[in-house]
């Protein structure tokens, strides 16, 4: 199968619905595919997935360049940006483990794959390190981590949704929500 066959034959399968609707050629893995079905002669989206990740940890699948959360749609942290922090009141820490713990697809149980699997490539991608990193606080992530999780769980008890499944929100509920993310305790 030539490069521009195999391009065809992803656009016919995406036209077809057979693989997801964002897998086009602005898709992250879209030239990996081009290359797994120029090499097999036909596409399999579920052996292909399986082909191209190190290893996998709930959604979290590593691979050669990248951890991609596999949820409804790709959500790619390339090999070079785990180390990157955020002050948060005062404490250095892992900028992508606050900010995906912000994701309403991320709650108490998902988390525990994505620490695992953010931390595997920590070590696995190490040559990317920044060598002039500081002092990281994980011990403060995980904990700023938690408390954002269990505010996200409070506030969705209180949540009430209309008739045309919107999300209503008022001023007293966004005042409780800053309230509680400002009282975030540290260790």
């Known amino acids: 199968m030539t490069e521009q066959e195999a391009k065809n034959h992803l656009y016919d399968l995406w036209q077809n619905g057979e693989i997801p609707n964002n897998f086009t050629e602005d898709h992250s893995d879209f030239y990996k595919a081009v290359n797994y079905a120029k090499k097999n002669n036909k596409f399999d989206y579920e052996d292909f997935y399986a082909s191209i ?3 996998k940890f709930g959604i979290w699948q590593v691979e050669s360049d990248a951890l991609v959360g596999k949820e409804g749609h790709d959500y790619i942290i390339e090999s070079s940006r785990f180390w990157e922090t955020r002050d948060y009141n005062g404490h250095l820490v ?10 309403s697809w991320i709650n108490k149980e998902t988390v525990k794959d994505l620490n695992t699997a953010f931390f595997f490539c920590q070590d696995y991608f190490r040559e990317n390190k920044p060598k002039n990193l500081p002092y990281v606080s994980t011990a403060q992530t995980l904990n700023i981590q938690k408390h954002i999780l269990e505010v996200q769980e409070e506030m969705e008890k209180t949540e009430t949704t209309s ?3 919107i999300v209503e929100v008022d001023t007293e509920r966004l005042l409780k929500y800053r309230d509680l993310m400002n009282s975030i305790k540290f260790v």
Do not use: R
């Open 163 to 165: 008739e045309n499944g």
């Open 53 to 55: 990740a190190i290893i």
């Open 94 to 103: 892992w900028d992508w483990l606050i900010h995906l713990a912000k994701k």
